[in-house]
């Protein structure tokens, strides 16, 4: 069974600064992964993409993807209180045919 | 362009009983996947249909079971309903061709089961 893995949290960020959200995951066949953020009571929407090794930048938000160490993170720089939300980190598996997610960071952040 | 519809939104049921539930998907997506959402188990895959074909499904009991139209359309069946069913039930499409954006996933606003 291939796994997303996150830490549940919560992550206690105060306003202003960077919150640091990381994931692993075990399909060495995933090429594709996405940051996801939940309100509570609401759907999923898409933050972010990323593909390829390194950096993607977004405004506020910056995903990063290591495929040699099965690992992404999401940056989210000058965090506000409209940030507070769960976050989930999702790869595609290698078939292309299903979206595994994680089970979500809860992000609290404090003005 | 409108985004991925879902209904009902809000649904009652009894153990025993069964449910069906659908997803309109974004025009021009091919691909619905179907998901779980509870407290425990956060997001968990049931299945994906592309081009009236089921091409993936998850580890769920086959109480569960879907099908897609002609128009993409999807439903998705829950027979038997236990308690533990109660849950958020989420759809999402895509286009779903390989690579890149195309595998981007957009969310339904869902539909909230509680079994009683």
């Known amino acids: 069974q291939k796994e997303v893995e996150q830490n549940s949290g919560p992550l206690s960020v105060p306003e202003g600064a960077i919150a640091s959200l990381n994931c692993t995951y075990s399909?060495?066949?995933?090429?594709?992964f996405f940051w996801y953020r939940q309100y509570s009571g609401k759907s999923p929407e898409l933050i972010m993409s990323i593909y390829s090794n390194g950096d993607k930048e977004d405004g506020r938000f910056t995903a990063q993807l290591n495929k040699a160490s099965q690992y992404v993170s999401l940056l989210i720089r000058d965090s506000q209180p409209s940030d507070s939300a769960t976050y989930l980190c999702?790869?595609?598996?290698?078939?292309?045919?299903?979206?595994?997610f994680g089970k979500g960071t809860t992000l609290s952040v404090s003005s | 362009k409108a985004g991925v519809t879902q209904t009902p939104r809000y649904l009652i049921k009894t153990r025993g009983q069964q449910v069906t539930l659908s997803c309109s998907p974004i025009?021009?997506?091919?691909?619905v996947s179907w998901y779980q959402q509870t407290p425990g188990q956060g997001l968990q895959f049931l299945f994906e249909y592309f081009s009236e074909t089921q091409r993936n499904k998850g580890n769920f009991p086959g109480r569960f079971s879907g099908r897609q139209f002609s128009n993409s359309r999807s439903e998705m069946n829950v027979s038997t309903l236990e308690l533990g069913d109660s849950a958020l039930y989420l759809c999402?499409?895509?286009?779903?061709?390989?690579?890149?954006?195309?595998?981007?996933?957009?969310f339904g606003p869902g539909t909230r089961l509680l079994v009683l």
């Open positions: 999702a790869a595609v598996n290698q078939a292309g045919t299903a979206l595994i």
């Open positions: 999402a499409s895509s286009l779903m061709a390989s690579g890149g954006d195309k595998e981007t996933q957009y």
């Open positions: 025009s021009g997506h091919r691909s």
């Open positions: 399909d060495r066949g995933s090429q594709s």
